[in-house]
């Protein structure tokens, strides 16, 4: 359907002066006023074009539910789409059946609209986009400068609770590597249930084979053994299944997901960050835990070789099992020395978690496929989530904090992947093109002059 739309637009500017800015503004002023009735215009057009189709008998018109395909037509509805451009206001047709009486609105069908759909896709991409970055309240303060968009922040947050954005499906069910953390915020508190604000979102991670890190999920409150559940689905072998799985050492993590993968191997960054913390808690000076955290972290401090496997020499392997032997060797020794000075919680600490340490170097010598160490980039994930659950908002609902969580993985894990989920969503195909075609004025020639 090609249609030709021409505007008027009356311009009187001052024969003094006036600055460019005051230009381009009241340009933009006008431009942002009319974008929306002309989306408007587009649809009455089409929705007529629609009407006469289904009635004039010349084409092939949808069937009824009754397999009758006359109809006639009935009354105009009037309608508004809240979108990016405004809010878009039109009248579409409705059609009635001559069978049976079903009437039907053949615009919304066309457009592919739900019944009571009130706003574009689109404008839930910009919302969902923008909140993720900053609180609600910023949010409509921001839309109603930048877009001229008069949206509370109570609106933004129920598009956003209700938004398909966060759902999708676990990318992976064979990933090589598993990582999982947890962080507190701030919730609603509910003393009728004895609530308190102290809420706790865990995230699980998997690495494709890509090497890509891809979010399996994020929830608030449901314990690590909740979690396991719905991984590992219903089945007899567990859906989702790993060579290993990450983690720091959080109570009831790591047995809760233990069969979820192969191994576990402990992130060596909490280690010798939490050695510190124990070491306080055995009342030892801050010089020795400094030293102890110091001696840990070199006896964690093993690489394996870069390149790949089948370039290293056996040699080498045989060297690299050395070391992982020496710094076992290493670690006894220092249980054992924390214990006699009397370090016990520090001692048990690192005993705990001895069989859990170099399981990066026995993944890389059995497949040729680096294991990370740490949860480094886990953690730079749970930091961008603390700051905008922690430091831009509280009095999260536990719902609002899970979706606003798996809105924010999804983005920063697989950028690639959210733009081709809303080109999906909007169904960008090319199927609507706009041109200007010209601008011009009619002025009268003697104003300008010989």
Known sequence: MHKLITMELSATTSEERFTLDELVLAVE????QGAAKVGSLILQLVDELLALR?????????????????????????????????????????????????????????????????????????????????????????????GQLQLPKSTLQRWVVQSDAGQWDPPEKKPDLLMADGTGYKRRPDPATGQTNAGELRVVLGRRADGQW????????????????????????????????????????????????????????HMVRDLRATLWHDDAPATE?????????????????????????????????????????????????????????????IQTAQGKLFHYVEFWLRTGLVCPRTTSFLERLMRELGRRLKRIAFGWSEEGAAQMARLILRRITDPAEWKAYWKKRLGLEGRVQLSLRHVKAMINPQILGP
């Open 289 to 349: 835990r400094k030293a102890y955290a110091y001696e840990l972290k070199q006896l964690l401090g093993i690489e394996v070789p870069a390149g790949d496997l089948e370039a290293v020499s056996a040699q080498d392997k045989v060297t690299l099992e050395q070391r992982v032997e020496q710094a076992q060797h290493g670690i006894n020794e220092l249980i054992k020395e924390l214990s006699k000075k009397g370090y016990h919680k520090a001692a048990n600490y």
């Open 214 to 269: 891809v979010s399996y999920g994020a929830w608030s409150g449901k314990s690590w053994a909740e979690i396991n559940e719905l991984l590992k689905g219903t089945g007899p072998q567990p859906a989702i299944h790993a060579e290993a799985l990450i983690s720091d050492g959080e109570t009831g993590l790591g047995p809760a997901l233990a069969n979820l993968a192969n191994r576990q191997q402990r992130s060596h960054w």
């Open 54 to 146: 289904h009635t004039s008998g010349k084409s092939s018109p949808r069937k009824c539910k009754c397999e009758h395909s006359g109809y006639e037509m009935k009354d105009r509805l009037k309608r508004q789409l809240r979108t990016s451009l405004g809010t878009i206001d039109f009248n579409w047709r409705r059609l009635q059946c001559t069978h049976c009486q079903a009437t039907w609105v053949p615009l919304r069908e066309f457009l592919g609209l739900e019944r009571w759909q009130s706003k574009s896709s689109e404008l839930e991409q910009v919302v969902t986009e923008i909140t993720t970055e900053q609180s609600y309240r910023r949010s409509s303060r921001h839309l109603s400068i930048a």
């Open 29 to 32: 002023q006008v431009f942002e």
